[in-house]
T-cell receptor, first 111, second 115 residues
Framework: DAKTTQPPSMDCAEGRAANLPCNHSTISGNEYVYWYRQIHSQGPQYIIHGLKNNETNEMASLIITEDRKSSTLILPHATLRDTAVYYCIVRVGGSQGNLIFGKGTKLSVKP | DTGVSQDPRHKITKRGQNVTFRCDPISEHNRLYWYRQTLGQGPEFLTYFQNEAQLEKSRLLSDRFSAERPKGSFSTLEIQRTEQGDSAMYLC?????????????FGPGTRLTVT
């Protein structure tokens, strides 16, 4: 029972903004939205998280809709090194926060 | 580099053999997680430690799997009598108690191939 829906793949031109959507229509009021990415042959890397408000850090911006049913991760100036699988996570398991990953979006940044 | 490290990075073994993987978390992190990832899928949770205590285990962790974290520092994951279905990437992650609960730092993984 997936709690998130992401497109399986997206392309983006180098230097342009990459906008990765995520639908989470059944999100609960106290569930955060987390984004991780996984570059080929590496472990996942935390990017950003948010609850209601938009968030920005040195890596990306996270835009969450007012009804919290969807969000968009924005990489403002994508580089070739941003080519990776991006995971949107709203579900965590157990009492200690083990992450529940879906299949993510494979972002390919092209020159 | 003071990130999470895992050893070995690659392991090829024959069916029926035992294997052991090691994870060294970030030094001040007291939470440690093990995940398994098969091709084309996202990582799946296996087990969790807080300090030396193993507090949670997934149903994916069959009786052939055992994990330890002696003294709350490094952790080991052992698979006994390996099967071809155990072929996967085994990922370790750590996080800081009191920090953002879901901001986990992952190691590079150990890729296991069972022939």
């Amino acid at each position: 029972d997936a709690k998130t829906t992401q497109p399986p793949s997206m392309d983006c031109a180098e230097g342009r903004a990459a906008n990765l959507p995520c639908n989470h229509s059944t999100i609960s009021g106290n569930e955060y939205v987390y984004w991780y990415r996984q570059i080929h042959s590496q472990g996942p890397q935390y990017i950003i998280h948010g609850l209601k408000n938009n968030e920005t850090n040195e890596m990306a911006s996270l835009i969450i809709t007012e009804d919290r049913k969807s969000s968009t991760l924005i990489l403002p100036h994508a580089t070739l090194r941003d080519t990776a699988v991006y995971y949107c996570i709203v579900r965590v398991g157990g009492s200690q926060g083990n992450l529940i990953f879906g299949k993510g979006t494979k972002l390919s940044v092209k020159p | 580099d003071t990130g999470v490290s895992q050893d070995p990075r690659h392991k090829i073994t024959k069916r029926g053999q035992n294997v052991t993987f090691r994870c060294d978390p970030i030094s001040e992190h007291n939470r440690l997680y093990w995940y398994r990832q098969t091709l084309g899928q996202g990582p799946e949770f296996l087990t969790y430690f807080q300090n030396e205590a193993q507090l949670e285990k997934s149903r994916l962790l069959s009786d052939r799997f055992s994990a330890e974290r002696p003294k709350g520092s490094f952790s080991t994951l052992e698979i006994q009598r390996t099967e071809q279905g155990d072929s996967a990437m085994y990922l370790c992650a750590s996080s800081l108690d009191g920090g953002p609960l879901y901001e986990q730092y992952f190691g590079p993984g150990t890729r296991l191939t069972v022939t």
